[in-house]
């Protein structure tokens, strides 16, 4: 559990299964490069319990082989199937709302995503709501090796005190980011890590976007 917010200024929110519904359309992508190569199909709940940043890494537990096929082909044939079909994605149902409602408490709020940024600011727009975010920082290729680099020249960009910052995201790289550029994270089991998962990890669990809502 965690309290109320009153000790922060800004929200950072990940985006994509934080704010993005897109996970089941990672599985999806994904079943379909696995059975080009013959290896086994993975449920969304599998998918969960075994997404990790580098994704690489990811890749081969699901049993890719880079010695065979490089793993910047693997990962660019991944991010061109599934950018074919982003547009069915949408939003988490609550998310408007706790938006609006971080915005009408006058806390700031950005975006920090292993998404693409331009893809990434596309989407926002495109989803409506970019008029939410004071930054939106997604990273500068499509290989999601991680967004801590990325999260140091947010907070910089932002001058405000580490302190007043709260991050909020799906997974247990979340978590991580967090804790190496020294801000609170709030987690949430809506996206691509199971709540098992970031039950492990050393930061408070939100039951949904509601619960949010409903602290502040």
């Not at 013959?38 to 010695?67: A, I, N």
């Not at 910047?72 to 998310?95: A, D, I, S």
């Not at 980011?177 to 020294?182: D, L, R, S």
């Not at 998962?197 to 976007?209: M, N």
Request: with cysteine; charged share 30%; hydrophobic share 40%.
């Amino acid at each position: 559990m965690f309290n109320k917010f009153d000790d922060y200024k800004h929200i950072i929110w990940d985006w994509n299964g934080t704010l993005l519904d897109d996970a089941w359309l990672c599985v999806e992508v994904m079943n379909g490069m696995l059975e080009k190569r013959g290896l086994k199909r993975v449920s969304l709940d599998f998918y969960r319990s075994v997404f990790t940043f580098p994704v690489r890494d990811y890749y081969e537990k699901l049993g890719y082989d880079f010695d065979k096929e490089p793993f910047e082909e693997v990962g660019m044939e991944f991010m061109v199937l599934y950018n074919r079909r982003q547009h069915e994605c949408k939003l988490h149902p609550e998310v408007v709302n706790v938006l609006e409602a971080f915005k009408q408490r006058g806390f700031g709020q950005s975006i920090l995503s292993a998404r693409e940024q331009n893809e990434l600011l596309t989407e926002t727009i495109n989803l409506g709501v970019d008029k939410y975010f004071d930054r939106i920082y997604g990273l500068d290729d499509h290989y999601a090796h991680g967004k801590t680099d990325v999260g140091f020249r947010l907070i910089s960009d932002l001058g405000l005190p580490a302190s007043s910052l709260l991050f909020i995201g799906d997974t247990r790289h979340d978590a991580e980011v967090a804790c190496e550029i020294g801000i609170d994270c709030i987690l949430i089991p809506n996206g691509h890590h199971s709540e098992e998962r970031l039950r492990a990890c050393s930061f408070p669990l939100a039951g949904s976007l509601d619960e949010l809502i409903n602290r502040l």
